[in-house]
Structure formats: structure tokens, C-alpha cells
């Protein structure tokens, strides 16, 4: 199992990354100094760090990632020639880290000799506007037909799927075509936070409500109020916090932790899960109330073994999309190599197509090959 050292001041930002990685099958072990995390690295051979430019990661020859929620170009040059391996802005991009993760795993240059001039690397802009759904078969053709008949409705949506199969751009679409489309879309992966903390993210916190509750802050109810709520991953979430969103869906009311006054939110919640939330209900995990008044209309997104034949557009939007974040011409890619992709099984779904054309991108020549497919996928 790949160890991952997280070393960063804020408590949040450390429980954050290390509940996501564990979740994602790495082992993570967090600390908030240099000090703690030399004494860890002499007991535990990590793989990598990921450690926030305030910090300073401990000379142990250990491959690492800077954080920061500093994007200037400033700050990445002088992270790359510190000796990190890729320099990703807070907040943090899961999607990207765990790219970043795997290409540092795969491919760990020396810490010690970082490239002379980084490559500057247009990243991927998180706005609000959806991507392109790409894809014509009558897979993807029936979600997208869902899409329009259900976004204009003020009807809560339950989407399912697996991994990576494109969940949450199905959400970012609902919004986008509905009348709340000027309104906020706030997303909260309720995996991703930890249960002590999931309250206070979804309905804010009055100053004082505990210990690190140092001033007022709005939850994602309120942030996304007039708007939509993408609660991602609703299947992780604990009984006590489906209690809380039960009584918010019910009375369209919330209140922050610390406080006794409720605040009328109007929110289109939009929840998206990879699990059989049925079968949690029997388990005992999912409270079944909570599942009828999410699931009014329900959309299946297919894994991508269903629709094997979208591969081909998908790579070429995927070669075009990732060679401009990088400001360079698109790469052709050789038919057999296409045919190689369409054979490959495809288990963590659009996602992981999109990391392996990113990855045969960097390391191809010229174009890519089915011999660079074999020999990096
Ligand atoms: N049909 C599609 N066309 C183009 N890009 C897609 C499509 N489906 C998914 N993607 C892209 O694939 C990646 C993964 O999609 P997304 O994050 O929506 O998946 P998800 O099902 O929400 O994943 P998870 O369950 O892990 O949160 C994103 O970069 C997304 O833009």
C-alpha cells in the first residue's frame, strides 16, 4: 500500500486529505511540522509527501508535492526548484492530487533535482460553467435526454454510478439548465469530511460553537441558498448527519451549530452516490426516509465498459483539452493504439481514461502508439 505523509498547519486541511486518501486505498499518516514529520519518516518508509509550502519538508530523500492556497507563479517556481515534484493550489483538486500522487509514484525523480525552468500549466479552471458531455451512444444520449426533462423541474435527483463515470458533471448540468442556473452550485463530498466536522460544513457554525470556531461562517446550505446543493457521495455519510439534512430537506430550515435561530434556505439538493443506497437501507446503514426524499427521480450513470463505444470521442476531447492546459499542439494518436484503449476494462471509468491520455501525453514521442499504450497504462 503506497504511504502518504501529509505535513500541513491547518487541522482541517490534514483530516481532509487523510480521510480522502484512505479512501482511495493509500495509507496517510498527518502532522502539522518538520519536527514531527522527521520522527515519522525515520519510522515509516513513505512514498511520498505532500507537505504545504509554509512547511519545510524533511530532507529524508523522499519524493514530495507542494500545496498552497497561494497560485501565484512565484510561489510554484520556487516550490519546483525546492525540489518538489508538482505544485497544486489549494483548495485541492482530488482529482488532480491523486493524478499527481500517481504519476510521483510511478515516476519518483530524485527531490534533489528539479527541472530548471517548470513547465507552466494552465490547470483546469474550476468554475461553475459544466463540460462538454461527450459521447453518442444511446447510453450517454438517455442520460442526457434525463437531463433535460428533469433539470427544469424543481425535483431533488438522486444520480448513481461508480467511480469516475461522470456523476458529478451530470450535476453541474442538472444546475446548468434549470432556472437556477445564475444562483450558486456548491458541491460537498460528504466522504471526504470527517463526521465531527460535517455539521458545521453544512450548516455553518456561530463563533465560539467550539473550540476552532474562531468566527461565523456560512454552511453549504446557506452558501448555496437560491442555488443547487451537489452533496456528492451521500452514501458516506453518518446517521446523525442524515438526521440533520433530513430535517433541512423537510422544513427547507437549518441552524448553524451554536446557534438556536433557524434560517429559511431554498436549496435543490442533488446528491450523487456510488452505492447501492437499497441495500445500505437494509444493512441499517441509510436511513430509508432520507432516501425517498432524495431519490424523486433517480439517474443512472453507465460505467463506461457500457458504452465502450464513446472511447474514441472521449480520447480525442481528452487529447485536445489536456494539450491546451498545457499550451501545446494536440498529439495524434495511432488507431491501434485507439483500439488498445477500447480492449482496456476500464474499472475506475471516464476518469481513469482521462489520467491515462494525460499520463501518455507526457510520456509519449511524437504520437501516441499502441506500444506506449502497452507500456504505460
Ligand atoms: N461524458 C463525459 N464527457 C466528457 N468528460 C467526462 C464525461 N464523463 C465524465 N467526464 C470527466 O471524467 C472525470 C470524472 O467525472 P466526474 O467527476 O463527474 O465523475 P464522478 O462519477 O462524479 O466520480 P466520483 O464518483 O469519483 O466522484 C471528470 O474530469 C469529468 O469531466
Not at 104 to 122: G, K, L, S
Not at 285 to 299: G, P, Q, S, T, W
Request: glycine share 6%; with cysteine; net charge neutral.
Amino acid at each position: 500500500m503506497t504511504k502518504v505523509l501529509i505535513l500541513d498547519q491547518s487541522k482541517s486541511v490534514r483530516n481532509i486529505l487523510r480521510e480522502r486518501l484512505e479512501y482511495e486505498g493509500f495509507s496517510a499518516e498527518a502532522v502539522e511540522n518538520e519536527a514531527a514529520a522527521s520522527a515519522l519518516c525515520e519510522r515509516i518508509p513513505f512514498d511520498v509527501i505532500l507537505s504545504d509550502t509554509e512547511c519545510k519538508v524533511p530532507d529524508a530523500g523522499i519524493p514530495f508535492i507542494a500545496l498552497s492556497a497561494d497560485t501565484s507563479i512565484d510561489t510554484a517556481v520556487k516550490a519546483v526548484r525546492n525540489g518538489a515534484q508538482d505544485f497544486l493550489t489549494k483548495p485541492i483538486d482530488m482529482n488532480r492530487l491523486l493524478q499527481s500522487l500517481h504519476r510521483t509514484i510511478d515516476n519518483p525523480a530524485p527531490a534533489q533535482a528539479p527541472p530548471a525552468a517548470p513547465p507552466v500549466r494552465r490547470r483546469r479552471a474550476h468554475s461553475a460553467q459544466a463540460e462538454r458531455i461527450i459521447g453518442v451512444s444511446p447510453e450517454i444520449e438517455h442520460v442526457r435526454q434525463l437531463i433535460d426533462k428533469v433539470a427544469p423541474c424543481e425535483a431533488r435527483v438522486l444520480i448513481t454510478g461508480e467511480n469516475g463515470t461522470g456523476k458529478e458533471l451530470v450535476a453541474r448540468w442538472l444546475h446548468a439548465k434549470s432556472v437556477r442556473a445564475a444562483a450558486p452550485f456548491v458541491e460537498v463530498n460528504c466522504a471526504a469530511i470527517p463526521s465531527e466536522l460535517i455539521e458545521s460544513e453544512l450548516f455553518g457554525h456561530e463563533r465560539g460553537a467550539f473550540t476552532s470556531a474562531v468566527k461565523q461562517r456560512k454552511g453549504k446550505f446557506e452558501q448555496a441558498d437560491g442555488g443547487t446543493l451537489f452533496m456528492d457521495e451521500i452514501g458516506d455519510m453518518s446517521l446523525a448527519a442524515q438526521a440533520k439534512v433530513l430535517r433541512a430537506l423537510q422544513e427547507s430550515r437549518i441552524s448553524r451549530v451554536g446557534s438556536d435561530r433557524d434560517i429559511e434556505v431554498n436549496v435543490r439538493v442533488v446528491a450523487a452516490t456510488n452505492k447501492n443506497l437499497r441495500e445500505e437501507i437494509q444493512k441499517g446503514n441509510f436511513r430509508e426516509d432520507l432516501y425517498h426524499r432524495l431519490a424523486v427521480i433517480v439517474v443512472r450513470v453507465p460505467p463506461l465498459r457500457e458504452h465502450a463505444g464513446d472511447i474514441p470521442a472521449l480520447v480525442e476531447h481528452f487529447i485536445r483539452t489536456i494539450a491546451s492546459e498545457y499550451g501545446s499542439a494536440p498529439k495524434p494518436i495511432d488507431a491501434d493504439a485507439l483500439a488498445e484503449l477500447q480492449r482496456m476494462p476500464w474499472s475506475g471509468n471516464i476518469r481513469e481514461l482521462r489520467n491515462v491520455i494525460e499520463r501518455l501525453i507526457i510520456l509519449s514521442g511524437d504520437r501516441i502508439t499502441a506500444r506506449d499504450v502497452k507500456e504505460y497504462c
